[in-house]
């Protein structure tokens, strides 16, 4: 469907797959990546075929992070560039992901260090393989999270946990990084792309400024007063009944009046 210079992007129905593909720098993030997702994502966005975005990486990693020479060391001497870079780097995984249209899922099929865990805390659900190999590895260089990646872990991590491994660097499996709640859950390498592809459709079936709405009104409320929160999510629920034409109301508690389905055990379809 697309296919930039470091991203792939697939569809399946409602679903779009988009692959970090430097597979021999293991998915690193160089500067040309970091301009290639901030393009990709924007390409997507206003999709009304799009439900779902599934991030991962090209075999064997997930992202190994920043791509230490190519975004830190070549732009070493280049505050201009290097500010670009980062500004993109940020971005993306940061504001773009948190408040993107689209759920969004971080497929975490191998090696995840540093600067990749704002992605996994920038998408909305992560799913990790048993086997991966994640970890905060900044301190075993010399240097500490930076960029996004703190603010990362202060969003979703319990203290102890970021602490622990931003001070260690010790890396972790995907069975420890579900324990700790950087991913929703994890299964299996051999099984991780069929049950994401399933929670995905999953999710897709659903109507998709339902969705939206559902994230909107999780991740705005996190910042507003209880008085704000309610004013907004009333709003949001106004623009939901406008933008779907009465949808929730005609179809879905009408179709439950009319004894279709229970929407307490699935979707009508479902
Ligand atoms: N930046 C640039 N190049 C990288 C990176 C990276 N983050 N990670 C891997 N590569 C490159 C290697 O240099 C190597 O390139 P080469 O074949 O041209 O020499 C290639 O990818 C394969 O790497 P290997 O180390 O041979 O692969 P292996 O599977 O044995 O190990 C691992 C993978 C564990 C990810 C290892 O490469 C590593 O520790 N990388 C650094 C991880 C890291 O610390 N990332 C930065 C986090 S901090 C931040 O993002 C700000």
Not at 7 to 26: F, M
Not at 74 to 85: I, P, S, Y
Request: aromatic share 8%.
């Amino acid at each position: 469907m697309m296919k930039l210079e470091t991203v792939v992007v697939e569809q399946h129905d409602k679903v779009a797959v988009v692959t970090l593909n430097r597979p021999d720098k293991r998915n690193a993030m160089s500067p040309q990546l970091h301009l290639d997702m901030v393009e990709v994502l924007e390409a997507l966005r206003d999709r009304p075929d799009i439900n779902v975005v599934v991030i991962t990486g090209s075999d064997p990693a997930f992202c190994a992070g920043m791509d230490l020479k190519e975004f830190f060391l070549a732009n070493r001497e280049d505050n201009t560039r290097f500010e670009k870079a980062y500004r993109a780097a940020v971005e993306w995984r940061g504001r773009t992901l948190r408040y993107y249209p689209k759920v969004t899922i971080a497929m975490i099929n191998g090696d995840c260090f540093g600067g990749a865990f704002s992605i996994v805390e920038g998408a909305d659900l992560a799913i990790a393989a048993n086997e991966a190999r994640l970890g905060l590895s900044e301190i075993n260089f010399k240097i500490f999270p930076g960029g996004s990646v703190s603010k990362s872990l202060a969003n979703l991590l319990r203290p102890r946990d970021a602490l622990f491994y931003g001070l260690t660097g010790r890396p972790f499996d995907g069975v420890e990084a579900a324990r700790i709640g950087l991913v929703n859950y994890s299964v299996p390498k051999a099984e991780l792309k069929q049950n994401v592809m399933e929670l995905a459709a999953e999710i897709g079936s659903k109507d998709g400024e339902a969705l939206r709405a559902t994230k909107d009104g999780y991740r705005l409320s996190l910042e507003m007063s209880w008085e704000a929160s309610m004013d907004y999510t009333l709003a949001k629920q106004d623009q939901l009944t406008l933008r779907q034409r009465g949808a929730w109301q005609d179809q879905g508690i009408g179709n439950f009046l009319d004894k279709k389905y229970k929407p307490g055990l699935g979707s009508l379809d479902s």
